[in-house]
């Protein structure tokens, strides 16, 4: 069992090292999830060299590029320099190159939501039944559960984060042209005007964007722990989010964590990307072990979310009603001491007491 600090009527809450020891704990003892992950990268590595690398290869054969040539980038200069009438020539082969990745990416997006999908479903069962273990089964069923739902939220946050990107450009473009009206009256002031505005805009948008990952981070927990359809999820995210500003600051905490662990461990392995030959061969052992590591940081954070999510929104209340049920028990126990105890058998009429004997004092 996980070690949390349950609310209570003063509004006391598991706090951010109790719900980050215990997402580690519970990743820890599901490791097959990071299995997993790292399956799937490989699976689908494969899959590009498979569905795209071959109908590519076949196209340099036929349009007459020398493959030793191309780390030079000279045959591909040469080729891109006259694009229409080489589309014209080979318009059958681009487009089974075309459709052939189109293929690729959406075989790579179902596989990933499906991983993805039996991932959050088996930490969310892992959360709520602690003792449950990893099981095939169940990954495989939560995924098929989940699979749909976690599509179409997908969607959901997509189009809002095209929705942010476009009120950001706007903005940008505003303060572009604040600047350049200014530049014609002082180029004093339009220095000022332009570091003022930009430090605004970048510090809004840093913000927003947090805030939107937070949202699907908490919307994911939603999803799982609550019946209700991608909107639902969005709209509870937010809500929760409004409410319990720690939760937002907790997914801070733990992005910018995240992002300085995947910054360490690019630094382990990028050096060695600049050795020739033998430099790619050691590389390419470390980053796989850097991918299985942020997979293994990444489901982590899920974790987290997860563990404080639910204990903030359903592990309040069960405590408090075992505890109400747990008083009423014991009051009725006590009116039940207190009385007379009748174990007579029902449809027997009861015996009247006997009254005590008298002595000689009392008869005299």
């Not at 359809?229 to 500003?245: I, K």
């Not at 590591?293 to 979310?305: E, H, K, P």
Request: charged residues 15%; contains cysteine; negative net charge.
């Amino acid at each position: 069992m996980y070690n949390y600090v349950l609310g209570d009527d003063k509004g006391e809450k598991m706090t951010y090292t109790e719900a980050v020891k215990s997402g580690f704990r519970l990743i820890n003892s599901r490791w097959q999830l990071v299995v997993l992950q790292v399956g799937m990268m490989l699976a689908n590595c494969m899959g590009f060299f498979v569905i795209v690398g071959i109908p590519l290869g076949i196209a340099f054969v036929m349009f007459g590029l020398d493959l030793t040539g191309l780390a030079e980038m000279r045959d591909v200069m040469g080729l891109l320099k006259h694009p229409t009438a080489l589309i014209s020539k080979y318009m059958g082969l681009v487009m089974i190159v075309l459709a052939s990745f189109l293929f690729y990416v959406l075989v790579v997006t179902v596989v990933g939501l499906f991983v993805f999908a039996g991932s959050i479903g088996t930490i969310g069962c892992s959360v709520r039944e602690p003792d449950r273990k990893f099981s095939m089964q169940l990954f495989l069923a939560e995924a098929k559960r989940i699979f749909f739902r976690l599509m179409w939220f997908s969607l959901v946050m997509g189009a809002v984060f095209i929705v942010i990107a476009f009120l950001l450009g706007l903005l940008g473009g505003g303060v572009a042209a604040i600047v350049q009206s200014a530049k014609s009256q002082d180029s004093t002031l339009a220095l000022f005007l332009g570091i003022f505005f930009s430090l605004i805009l970048s510090l809004f948008a840093v913000s927003v964007i947090l805030g939107a990952i937070a949202v699907t981070v908490y919307g994911l927990a939603i999803l799982f722990f609550k019946p209700g359809g991608a909107l639902m999820s969005f709209r509870g995210a937010v809500a929760f989010l409004w409410r319990r500003q720690s939760a937002f600051w907790l997914y801070v905490l733990l992005f910018f964590a995240y992002v300085i662990a995947s910054f360490v461990l690019m630094l382990f392995s990028y050096p060695f990307n600049l050795i020739p030959f033998i430099g790619t061969i050691i590389a390419f052992p470390l980053q796989l072990l850097s991918y299985a590591a942020q997979s293994y940081l990444g489901l982590v954070i899920i974790a987290t979310v997860f563990i404080y999510y639910y204990e903030s929104e359903t592990g309040n209340a069960e405590p408090q009603e075992e505890g109400a049920g747990q008083a009423v028990s014991a009051d009725a126990t006590d009116e039940s001491s207190s009385g007379p105890e009748d174990i007579s058998a029902p449809g027997v009429p009861q015996q009247e007491e006997t009254p005590p004997e008298k002595g000689p004092t009392e008869e005299a």
